[in-house]
């Protein structure tokens, strides 16, 4: 359900590129050696589920064409899914239950110290990668994106660094008289 498979790997499922569901991250006490509470939080905000199960009917669409048919031999994965027996295979129930059991992410998680204005409550970061608050810390990673990209983030997360790199080298140059 929700995937094509056919002749030589060919394989179609729905990917969730902009994500709206926020995931929190708490402190569990105050010793440092603890891990933080991390809740991701998948699915949460109603509009993922949505678009996913869209996506879901789209591929269902395309894989019952002729030429999907013929040209890759596909075919659905179509045995009930055991944690969504209650519901009708195939209907919107069915396919919300679906999502909800057998989505994955992918783990490009991103916001954990979110850059914005000093003035936002939430951030943690303000645009010269300096954490509020704390004197000669930056960060200079993907959890300064207020959102994730709509792209794998590594090409963001190099940009990120080499902004910063070039922040630290110019502050650097400008207080020792340093030609770095």
């Not at 996913?52 to 013929?70: F, R």
């Not at 909800?100 to 992918?106: A, G, Q, Y």
């Not at 939430?122 to 994106?145: E, F, K």
Request: charge should be positive; include cysteine; charged fraction near 20%.
């Amino acid at each position: 359900m929700g995937e094509i498979l056919g002749r030589e790997g060919f394989c179609i499922r729905p990917i969730l590129g902009l994500p709206k569901s926020r995931r929190t991250i708490t402190l569990k006490s105050t010793n440092v050696h603890d891990h933080p509470n991390i809740d991701p939080q998948l699915l949460s905000h109603p509009d993922d589920v949505k678009a996913l199960d869209k996506g879901i009917k789209i591929i269902l669409a395309v894989g019952n064409t002729s030429a999907s048919i013929s040209n890759f031999r596909a075919k659905f994965y179509d045995q009930t899914f055991s944690g969504c027996t209650g519901e009708i295979y195939s209907s919107d129930s069915y396919l919300v239950c679906y999502v909800h059991h057998m989505s994955i992410t992918f783990y490009h998680l991103t916001g954990s110290c979110k850059m914005a204005p000093a003035s936002d409550p939430y951030g943690v970061v303000v645009h010269t990668l300096r954490v509020c608050g704390v004197g000669g810390l930056r960060v200079v990673d993907a959890s300064i994106m207020p959102f994730i990209t709509n792209t794998n983030t590594n090409a963001p997360t190099i940009m990120i660094a080499k902004k910063g790199s070039d922040m630290i080298k110019q502050e650097w140059k400008c207080s020792t008289g340093l030609n770095i």
